[in-house]
């Protein structure tokens, strides 16, 4: 309403041949209220990809024969303990699951989504630019976004963004349902208020990748918290771990490699000149 | 007359806007335009005006200059000692105003955001007119109340000035030869962030550091130049690192997965938790 003001105040103004500044004021008002720390609304230990599904096979990926295999392969590696660590980005479009606390900012001509997790930060370009022909691959991807105003009240309510141009490896979730190494991912989001609870932000994710049959649709959902405390997520700084070749070790706060399983031999040390 | 007329529309057009909703318009010039990629003018030595090393003459107290003195000795020999961010560490306050890679700034009313490419680090400065909270969460970036400040009396914000608490360690002022702060972490930084007067693609950031590794403040300016074409690039420190610090040694992980030396002559680390060969 109080942009319809401004609109008048200056049809009015200019009316009377009274020079009006150019706009100026960055009109929050257009813009639904994205404030806050937001969190993934899905409850439970398990952050699976799809949250109206169990995780692990229960979610049902649409993967190729290919990808099959790799992810059952994956899967037997974890039942058999070996959990090969990383402290790479998840990327998209994991970054969205959101385990930790995400923040909004919307300015007109970009939305940037700043993930505690990982330290991940996504732009979202809405200043009507293009895709390039060339993209520098990034784990978090080359995003354009678009406002739309789907209820016609004159307000934005939905982003709608596409991403392009990642970089892996990249899995969809902690279970290691894979996508494929070709980085050819492209991700769609629709993001919106909820109508009735302003509190809970939906993100319907369509993500097209070759390791997929078909395209995979979920929808996740995020909740509100306007009085959250910032935290640093340092992956390096818990990450007790080393990964030599297929084999994982564990660093001691001693500095010394000790193993993380039963039997597991000591890391080659091939490279290191045996003394006389 | 045009005159009296274009007041008088203003003044109802103004009364009429008054009185309907606002959802709050951001008025951004009311702020300096710090919105903008800025990359560092000057070296990575925290005061970029002196040398590197021993030449940045830092305030030391006798005990925190007998473990600089160590660790220059140490990187003589060719260890990463002390340097935290080989292990993707962050840089923390105050060295991630060094500004290794790029700098983002983003103004709004209740916050300012600065994010570096380098390492991530995301500092939120809070210009919402909050006390210090009785209790802090330590961070590597620390927590900051700013206040915008108009020096020249001119109507519009031109300085924000800066208070940070609430560190976690080890920081160290930079990376080489990596001058520690001290491990109690009751650092305190104050800066003060300002467009240059004379050219507004230059960005000052006058910083003073208090700390219990330092007989006084330390205080250094640093400037940042802003980017018209900006650039942005992921930083993932964890991608293509191969360092790897165990204890007070750093080795490398080769390509093909096995531990090197760094250094001629290097021994291997102790597996002394494994089941060694009989």
Known sequence: MFNRCIIGAVALLTALGVATAPGFAHDEGKYPDLKGSWIRADRGQATPWDPSKPPGRGQQAPLTPEYQAMYDAALARQAAGINLTSCLPPGMPRSMIVPEPMELIVMPDTTYIMLTYMSEFRRIYTDGRKFADDIEPAFSGFSIGTWEDTDKDGRFDTLVVETRGMKGPRTFDESGIPLHKDNETIVKERIYLDKADPNLLHNEITTIDHALSRPWTVTRSYRRDRDAEWTEHLCAENNQYVTLGDEVYSIGDDGFLSPTRKDQPPPDLRYFTPSR | ?278
């Open chain 2, 1 to 278: 007359m045009r005159a009296f007329s274009s007041i008088g529309a203003l003044t109802v057009a103004a009364m009429l806007c008054v009185t309907a909703t606002s959802a709050g318009a951001h008025d951004e010039k009311k702020y300096p335009d710090m919105r903008a990629q800025w990359t560092r003018i000057g070296s990575a030595a925290f005061d970029p005006n002196k040398p590197g090393g021993r030449g940045q003459q830092p305030p030391l107290t006798p005990e925190y200059q007998a473990l600089l003195d160590h660790i220059l000795a140490a990187r003589a020999a060719g260890s990463l000692e002390g340097n935290m961010t080989v292990t993707c560490i962050p840089s923390g306050m105050p060295r991630a105003m060094i500004v290794y890679e790029t700098m983002d700034v983003i103004v709004l009313p209740e916050t300012t955001y600065i994010r570096m490419s380098y390492m991530n680090e995301l500092r939120r400065i809070y210009t919402d007119g909050r006390a210090w909270p009785a209790k802090i969460t330590p961070t590597f970036a620390g927590y900051s109340i700013g206040k915008w400040l108009d020096e020249d009396g001119d109507g519009r914000f031109d300085t924000l000035a800066i208070e940070t608490r609430g560190f976690k360690g080890p920081r160290t002022f930079d990376g080489t030869p990596g001058i520690p702060l001290h491990s109690d972490n009751q650092t305190v930084v104050e800066e003060r962030i300002y467009l240059d007067k004379n050219d507004a693609d230059v960005l000052h950031a006058d910083i003073k550091v208090t700390d219990h590794a330092l007989t006084r403040p330390w205080s250094v300016m640093r400037k940042y130049q802003r980017e018209h074409s900006p650039h942005w690039s992921e930083y993932i420190c964890n991608e293509g690192n191969q360092q790897l610090l165990l204890g007070k040694e750093n080795y490398m992980v080769s390509a093909d997965g096995f531990l090197m030396p760094v250094r001629k002559g290097q021994a291997p680390p102790d597996l002394k938790y494994f089941n060694q060969p009989k």
